[in-house]
């Protein structure tokens, strides 16, 4: 249970606390510079550097309040853009001094982004699909942020500056390949299988349609064997049986599983 608590905590501070994810970024930029001294490269046990990194960092914020930082650089952001403007001169010192105040919070923005995409999501399969689809989801969106973070932790150390962004695009998207598709990207896939399902037999009925046509107008010694054949209609020819089949692949207890 101790060691449970003190990974939920070490994973909020890492989507959470700016504090902790410096120190985290920090901890990493030194051991690399460290393991090129011991002649290897910056990546030497990389993995141990991280695992390093996060005690570290748990030793040093752990016990610290964190929710109030990323309150105050939310709402210090305007002024700190007119600070960084006025105190500036020229259009590239201008545009550096934005781009400092900025990137500091290049986190938080994320955590915007992401956030107005998953909220949708995990309350449409919470309301669809029930609690556990909910907390399920839940989970994923927190695996993303967690992967997101880290990543950009890993950047700033690597590549400070643009380093932080790149990270936290590169960890959210490799996260989301491990965590695999979100509820609503598979209702939008299994849609669109359907929609594959019922174009794939409307082709089908109207080339028997046509084939059979064909035969009787041969059969029958017409001189133009197409002038026989009905228009096109485009609407969909589905019996009901057929309907109802690809209806239960969609929402019955036997749905299409497109998780792959």
Do not use: C, H
């Not at 995990?122 to 699909?129: H, P, S, W």
């Amino acid at each position: 249970m101790v060691a449970i608590a003190r990974v939920a905590s070490s994973i909020g501070r890492l989507i959470f606390d700016t504090k902790f994810q410096k120190v985290l970024s920090s901890s990493i930029k030194a051991s690399g510079r460290l393991a090129k001294m011991k002649g290897g490269t910056r990546f030497t046990k990389f993995g141990k550097q991280i695992g390093d990194a996060f005690v570290r960092a748990e030793k040093k914020t752990g016990g610290t309040p964190f929710f109030k930082d990323m309150k105050k650089l939310v709402t210090d952001f305007p002024g700190d853009l007119k600070k960084a403007w006025q105190g500036a001169k020229g259009f590239s010192g201008k545009a550096k001094a934005l781009w400092d105040v900025t990137k500091s919070r290049g986190p938080l923005l994320g955590y915007g982004l992401l956030a107005g995409f998953e909220i949708p999501n995990i309350f449409k399969a919470t309301v669809e699909d029930g609690v556990v689809s909910g907390a399920v989801e839940t989970g994923k969106s927190t695996a993303r942020l967690a992967g997101a973070s880290l990543g950009a932790a890993i950047g700033t150390a690597l590549v400070p500056g643009l380093g932080s962004i790149i990270g936290w695009f590169a960890g959210d998207y490799l996260t989301s390949k491990v965590v695999g598709k979100s509820y609503t990207e598979k209702k939008l896939a299994q849609e669109e299988k359907m929609l594959e399902l019922m174009e794939k037999s409307q082709q089908n009925q109207l080339a028997a349609l046509s084939s059979q046509q064909l035969l009787d107008s041969l059969n029958t010694g017409t001189t133009n064997p197409f002038s026989t054949l009905p228009a096109i209609n485009p609407q969909m020819t589905m019996t009901p049986e057929q309907l109802q089949q690809m209806y239960s692949m969609l929402y019955g207890q036997k749905k299409l599983d497109l998780n792959g």
